[in-house]
């Protein structure tokens, strides 16, 4: 590998105000070579990536030297930076869905890229697109070209996004979070297709995540961020095997890893949930095709597959949010409508789940207004008794919710979902957009009110390791029918299935070596 650095980056800082959002850091990024930035939301991953590319909003103030070879691009005219982005340096965004333009032909995006940079006529730069797309494993990409994003799945998007950022033949792509919203197999597809374009194009790599299992597959070297300094820097098997700092150790401590659970059970009980050859039609599209789900009560059953299994809306269906086209639900012994009261549902997005106008006690608190569950004194109580269990203190009642962080955001919508003392609670990828602490603590969380208040549960997630460390049993669908179930134990650790297999051997390990 090529010592030459690509990215120099040395004591940078960044301040908002009053507030230093990035305390002198320093690192490089050598050409060929994949350096994860890793740390909580808040560390100052993505603002270091930003200030790089002068990227932050006009009130920010960035001190320190970012150099691109001999380029220094802290306080470049930006005019210089322009032609910095896109060319030499490109980045990959988090959601693809947002980082496409709606209107456009995705190859009219890619060919705008490239004219921006390149003399190139039209015609060229349309075959040029073409090569990109197949470059990043687009099937067929010469009629691809002429779809809109919405047209292609979240996988062959960010695919896409990558097309454009490689466009210009840049020495170094940073990939903000890249896979985060990506399912397990998508995710190790994406995570090859870099490490390919690492390989034969020589391309340097700025890596920012939360996710260690994707570290471990990918990075060559890893900088730990907390609270806008950097911690710790190492190779990632030093990392992984001997983390210096206790923050470190806290990070990959907090990581769920697959088969470090024994195997549990809980008794033959009536059923909280029972769904039978139920089908669900969209238009004359398929999503739930004669599926058999049983809950009983106090089991938590994890139901996982790919975007578009069917999962989503198998919650719903249970909450009675979603009419069957066929085939029976039954919830707590009667229909889902008439059980309503009784089932608590928690949302995977918990700052689009919560009103913004609303303090944290009303958001709470809603189930009990519309149920007329309680009044006064008894619903000032109740609120105070949720807050407790969640473990938030009584302080954040008056709180709006963009005062509060993910996780504790997460907590509130799982303390409304207990409002009501729900039979039954339905989560649907509750931990999908949290970091690793804060994922790990949610599930804690999770897990110990669920044996201290016996709900049923019905756990949905695409996070195989997640749910073997939560669900007692486990349902694996594919394209909307079911295709393996038993205990967590047996299907993620001896899958028959072979699309079980196929999302088994997908998940990133948390160990470089393994």
């Known amino acids: 590998m090529s010592t030459t650095d690509v990215l120099s980056v040395t004591g940078l800082r960044v301040a908002?105000?009053?507030?230093?959002?990035?305390?002198?850091?320093?690192?490089?990024?050598?050409?060929?070579?994949?350096?994860?930035?890793?740390?909580?939301?808040?560390?100052?991953?993505?603002?270091?990536?930003?200030?790089?590319?002068?990227?932050?909003?006009?009130?920010?103030?960035?001190?320190?030297?970012?150099?691109?070879?001999?380029?220094?691009?802290?306080?470049?005219?930006?005019?210089t930076l322009r032609q910095v982005r896109g060319q030499q340096v490109a980045m990959v965004f988090q959601e693809p869905a947002t980082a496409l333009n709606p209107v456009h032909t995705i190859g009219w995006q890619i060919a705008a890229v490239l004219r921006a940079h390149q003399q190139l006529s039209k015609a060229d730069a349309s075959r040029e697109a073409v090569r990109l797309l197949e470059l990043v494993g687009i099937p067929e990409p010469a009629t691809r070209v002429r779809h809109y994003p919405h047209q292609l799945s979240g996988g062959q998007k960010q695919r896409v996004v990558i097309a454009i950022a490689l466009a210009n033949n840049p020495r170094l792509i940073i990939a903000d979070e890249?896979?985060?919203?990506?399912?397990?197999?998508?995710?190790?597809?994406?995570?090859?297709?870099?490490?390919?374009?690492?390989?034969?194009?020589?391309?340097?790599?700025?890596?920012?995540?939360?996710?260690?299992?994707?570290?471990?597959?990918?990075?060559?070297?890893?900088?730990?961020?907390?609270?806008?300094?950097?911690?710790?820097?190492?190779?990632?098997?030093?990392?992984?095997?001997?983390?210096?700092?206790?923050?470190?150790?806290?990070?990959?401590?907090?990581?769920?890893?697959?088969?470090?659970?024994?195997?549990?059970?809980?008794?033959?009980?009536?059923?909280?949930?029972?769904?039978?050859?139920?089908?669900?039609?969209?238009?004359d599209f398929v999503a739930v095709d004669k599926v058999d789900l049983r809950i009983g009560q106090g089991e938590v059953v994890g139901l996982v597959g790919e975007s578009g299994s069917g999962k989503s809306t198998i919650g719903k269906v249970a909450a009675g949010l979603l009419r069957t086209s066929s085939g029976?639900?039954?919830?707590?012994?009667?229909?889902?409508?008439?059980?309503?009261?009784?089932?608590?549902?928690?949302?995977?997005?918990?700052?689009?789940?919560?009103?913004?106008?609303?303090?944290?006690?009303?958001?709470?608190?809603?189930?009990?207004?519309?149920?007329?569950?309680?009044?006064?004194?008894?619903?000032?109580?109740?609120?105070?008794?949720?807050?407790?269990?969640?473990?938030?203190?009584?302080?954040?009642?008056?709180?709006?919710?963009?005062?509060?962080?993910?996780?504790?955001?997460?907590?509130?919508?799982?303390?409304?979902?207990?409002?009501l003392n729900p039979a039954l609670l339905i989560a649907d990828e509750p931990t999908s957009a949290l970091d690793v602490s804060v994922q790990a603590a949610v599930l804690e969380l999770v897990t110990d009110l669920q044996q201290t208040l016996g709900f049923a549960c019905l756990f949905i997630s695409h996070d195989l390791a997640v749910v073997d460390n939560l669900a007692h049993r486990v349902t694996v669908l594919h394209q909307g029918r079911v295709v393996e179930e038993g205990p967590h134990h047996e299907v993620l650790r001896t899958p028959t299935a072979p699309y079980t297999r196929r999302l088994v051997a997908a998940i990133p390990i948390p160990d470089p070596i393994e």
Do not use: W
């Open 16 to 79: 908002f105000g009053q507030v230093e959002a990035v305390r002198g850091i320093d690192f490089t990024v050598a050409e060929g070579e994949i350096l994860a930035l890793v740390g909580e939301s808040g560390s100052g991953k993505s603002v270091t990536a930003r200030a790089v590319l002068g990227l932050l909003p006009a009130g920010a103030s960035v001190r320190g030297s970012a150099r691109l070879g001999e380029q220094e691009l802290v306080g470049a005219e930006e005019e």
């Open 178 to 283: 890249p896979t985060t919203a990506l399912d397990v197999t998508v995710q190790a597809e994406i995570l090859s297709l870099l490490r390919d374009l690492r390989d034969r194009l020589g391309t340097a790599i700025l890596l920012i995540t939360h996710n260690m299992g994707v570290v471990a597959d990918l990075a060559d070297r890893v900088a730990v961020m907390r609270q806008g300094e950097l911690v710790e820097q190492a190779p990632v098997e030093d990392l992984f095997a001997r983390p210096a700092r206790a923050y470190t150790q806290e990070l990959l401590a907090a990581v769920p890893r697959l088969g470090h659970r024994a195997p549990s059970a809980v008794p033959v009980a009536d059923l909280a949930l029972h769904l039978d050859q139920v089908v669900v039609h969209y238009k």
């Open 328 to 419: 029976s639900v039954t919830v707590l012994g009667t229909d889902p409508i008439s059980a309503r009261p009784r089932i608590g549902f928690i949302f995977q997005d918990p700052g689009g789940s919560l009103n913004p106008r609303m303090s944290i006690a009303d958001c709470i608190g809603e189930p009990l207004r519309v149920h007329k569950a309680a009044r006064g004194k008894q619903y000032r109580d109740r609120i105070a008794d949720l807050l407790d269990s969640v473990r938030l203190p009584t302080s954040y009642t008056h709180r709006r919710p963009k005062e509060l962080s993910g996780g504790q955001r997460q907590r509130v919508g799982i303390a409304r979902a207990l409002a």
